[in-house]
């Protein structure tokens, strides 16, 4: 598995990671790599048609909207600590692996804890640059569960 094809906005960027094992990195490392390639590429110009490509595609996912609807249903419970953050993964998680699969189907990934911190990363990314604050919003809220189940052991 390439960072570029779990991270299209790399790939149209022109930015390269160097191949790591990823599934041998803790958490601590995972950030720091994601916050080393979130630096990199706010520094990097995009071309318009290739942003507007990928927002376009954003736009018309059923399932993309269909999570951020169903986490903003259960977000308040889980910030409360209300809804354990193994409870909340288990109402979205088959809409994790539908939206997962769009995204990368043609690619074949494996849905593991890394893959999807670079697919709600990348959503998060796109979010940022299009000004959809709110979407974005909901990818931060979708990492941050991402970040409780990884301390509760989740895997």
């Known amino acids: 598995m390439k960072m570029r094809e779990l991270i299209p906005s790399l790939k149209k960027l022109n930015i390269k990671v160097q191949s790591i094992s990823t599934m041998e990195l803790n958490p601590d490392q995972m950030h720091t790599v994601f916050h080393i390639i979130n630096e990199i590429a706010d520094h990097q110009p995009e ?3 290739l942003l507007h490509g ?9 399932l993309k909207q269909r999570l951020l609807h169903g986490w903003r249903k259960i977000r308040t419970a889980f910030y409360l ?7 909340a993964y288990a109402e979205l998680a088959g809409l994790f692996e539908a939206c997962f699969h769009e995204e990368y189907h043609e690619v074949g ?19 940022e640059k299009m000004g959809a ?12 569960l991402l970040d409780a189940l990884e301390q509760a052991g989740y895997e």
């Open 133 to 144: 604050h709110r979407d974005r919003q909901g990818w931060v809220e979708l990492l941050d």
């Open 81 to 87: 600590e209300r809804l354990a953050p193994h409870d």
């Open 54 to 62: 990928e927002w376009s595609r954003y736009r018309q996912s059923f």
């Open 109 to 127: 990934l494996e849905m593991n804890i890394f893959t999807l911190r670079a697919f709600l990363w990348n959503q998060e990314h796109l979010t």
């Open 47 to 49: 071309t318009d048609m």
